[in-house]
């Protein structure tokens, strides 16, 4: 309640405006610098990161990493590179993410697999990942390859978690979150702390950027999982029901399972277990899913971990920054409504 | 001729045992090390991860900074650790060339690939990447993480570039050797290289280790790849044939497309760029190479480029390490006959 209160204080919707606006110059700096550095003699490799860079999505994490220095108060420039190899991780991410998917479709262009097939897109992810390192090593602080290695390896494994649990109809709620948690909020919440890491801001600051960074990814996640069944997704003109088609097993699903009846358990196994879909089941399922509310439940879940991330930044100084930083909360929240 | 010469001195095959003896408690160590650093709460990690860890190959990467390190005088156990990670990068590479591959067979085993499916060997070969830079983070140095990110990167510049080459019968010579360059030697290099980094020799050092490990890296590839149409290969119970059905544009291809009159040329551009195989192809494949004597041609690269490998061993002091090292230049080419 009070994160929708304070977005009506605002008397406008939340956006990315205000961050972006902060760190337009960064940004512009650091999308040189990606576009440099996934320069390599084989063509092949700009071209298809070219391809899946420039389908651009919203630089959320890169940007975190932005406005996180500048909040803590660094003034030099090592933030740009960090910031490239923080979306590098992510691109590559993506990449790994699109290999043997039924998902055509990313943000409405063809997946790179769907253009290039699946190894070349493994290979380029490997190479994207390998300059991600690169630049961080070029940076030189051990402490900043430590968190975002260990971030890398966290996401690996919450792919793989999240991979066991398709079409796995029993899988429970804490499971769920510890995917999101390792999938999509371990980089949040690296992208977050190493701005404070530059700063030399003290270990507590560290861990608040770090927890920042890690609840809003949560919460992101959540409203994804959420929108992936939602007219409103339609209404933007995006793919609904990728998530259901592909088996995943996303916390609307783990809600509506947990109120099932016999024949409602039966339609999720049928679909979801046996993979056995049929014209009209994406409409039953979201069907099931207002019935018991579960996509509202969701959203609330989403706004809990929104409200704990709003939290963290309370022991950083007002100013244009920390507005930002908890706009982005808002903004990831509002998508959802 | 100076390579079997010296062969012959010793009186028997060359082999690994001077250098697997020389190592072996260090190795012991490596690979518990690797054990335990595989490990992750997702048990699809260290399952898939210990399929292809346990088909074992013959470690000669690592082997090759433990050998180093111990050359240059390095008494401590740093090696151990970066061992270990030159292992995981080159497991992952491996989980990662298995993606959309035709062959399903690697040393005999069946490809991860081909029991698991291609999206959890890509995750894995992820996680075990992240996990040879978290075990680099850990030993603290900069300039291996250098080495050995640069390395990666090359190595996946190289699998993009054979992946172009591929089914391209105008590839030539300057091209393969690219290829082979990046993708096998680049990480032979940095293995060998580390060893003077621990031991903390001059750069000339540094460098002759590099060139030693490119070299015999090159050698190593240009061997592989006439076994894979050789009767040797065959009488060691391998597959034959692996780059000719996945349409690899290897040397002896390369060389026998060179020397083609009209109707092999023909017949290279529909076995190999058309993909059009039939029964016999392969045998045809085999004769022209014989014909054309490219496989001895091949072998005849791989000793020059051993020979250069010796050379550069020079520099160091006489004694079991550099023995070693230096009998595993006749090893890898003495697999050809």
């Not at 298809?48 to 660094?74: D, Q, S």
């Not at 979150?177 to 190493?194: M, P, W």
């Not at 339609?234 to 016999?262: H, N, Q, Y």
């Not at 709003?310 to 950083?316: C, D, E």
Request: charged share 25%; hydrophobic share 45%; aromatic share 6%.
């Amino acid at each position: 309640m009070a994160v929708r209160a304070s977005a009506e204080k605002r008397d406008r919707q939340p956006s990315l405006d205000a961050l972006s606006g902060l760190v337009a110059a960064d940004l512009a700096r650091v999308n040189e610098l990606v576009l440099a550095r996934m320069q390599s003699p084989v063509a092949l490799i700009p071209q298809l990161a070219g391809h899946i860079i420039a389908a651009g999505g919203k630089r959320l994490r890169p940007m975190l990493t932005l406005a996180t220095a500048r909040l803590c108060g660094y003034r030099g420039e090592r933030h740009l590179a960090l910031a490239a190899a923080v979306e590098f991780i992510h691109t590559a991410t993506l990449l790994h993410d699109d290999v043997v998917d039924t998902s055509n479709l990313r943000r409405g262009l063809a997946t790179a697999n769907a253009v290039w097939g699946n190894k070349p897109s493994v290979l380029v992810g490997d190479f994207l990942f390998s300059r991600a390192f690169q630049l961080m090593v070029e940076d030189g602080s051990i402490k900043v390859l430590d968190i975002l290695s260990r971030a890398a390896a966290t996401i690996a494994e919450g792919e793989v978690m999240q991979l066991v649990t398709s079409n796995d109809i029993a899988t429970t709620e804490a499971q769920y979150l510890e995917v999101i948690n390792a999938k999509t909020a371990a980089l949040f919440a690296a992208a977050s702390r190493i701005g404070a890491v530059l700063g030399e801001r003290k270990e507590s600051e560290e861990k608040a950027l770090d927890f920042y960074g890690r609840n809003l990814g949560i919460a992101f996640q959540l409203v994804d999982d959420m929108l992936d069944y939602s007219a409103r997704q339609a209404e933007l003109g995006k793919a609904v029901g990728d998530d259901f088609r592909d088996g995943k097993i996303t916390l609307p699903v783990v809600l509506a399972l947990r109120a099932a009846d016999s024949d409602e358990r039966q339609f999720w196994r049928r679909t979801l277990e046996d993979e056995d879909q049929r014209d009209g089941d994406l409409e039953q399922a979201i069907a099931l899913m207002q019935r018991h509310g579960t996509l509202t439940a969701t959203l609330e879940r989403a706004r809990f971990y929104a409200e704990t991330a709003k939290g963290a930044l309370g022991i950083f100084h007002d100013g244009p920054e920390r507005r930002a930083l908890d706009e982005v909360i808002d903004f990831c929240l509002e998508r959802g409504y």
